[in-house]
Each structure stands twice: as structure tokens, then as C-alpha cells.
């Protein structure tokens, strides 16, 4: 959704904060090439900025 912007005003940060998130909960379609591919359309920054945004989500208290 994020990554073609259907629905939402395209996000790279956003779509490759979600793939983390699912790569790291086994869904494989997501992991490794998939992560791959969205990592070469952005710059080595908006990766990091993703992951650090993946990491803080993760953290967060579950939702009640």
C-alpha cells in the first residue's frame, strides 16, 4: 500500500517500516528480496530512519 501509494500518499520510510516488521515475524514475502528491492529505490538514510521506526513501533506498549 505504502510502497505504490494505493489508498495513501506513497511512503517508502513507511512501506520498508512495515516489511521490516513483517520480516522480522517470519512472513518471508516480505523479508529479503522484497526488503531488498524497496531498500534500492531510497537513500542509505530513509533505510535507517525506517528501521529505527520499526524498532520504536515494536517497542511500544501492545494495544488494549
Known amino acids: 500500500m505504502y ?11 513507511a512501506a520498508y517500516m512495515w ?8 512472513f518471508i514475502e516480505f523479508g529479503g528480496p522484497a526488503l531488498e528491492g524497496l ?9 535507517r530512519e525506517a528501521i529505527l521506526m520499526a524498532k ?3 517497542f ?5
Not at 505504490?4 to 520510510?13: A, K, M, R, S, Y
Open 19 to 26: 516489511y521490516y516488521l513483517a520480516a522480522q515475524q517470519d
Open 60 to 64: 511500544k506498549e501492545p494495544v488494549r
Open 3 to 13: 510502497e505504490t501509494g494505493v489508498g495513501v500518499e506513497q511512503d517508502l520510510v
Open 39 to 47: 531498500a534500492s529505490q531510497m537513500d542509505p538514510q530513509q533505510v
Open 56 to 58: 520504536n513501533f515494536a
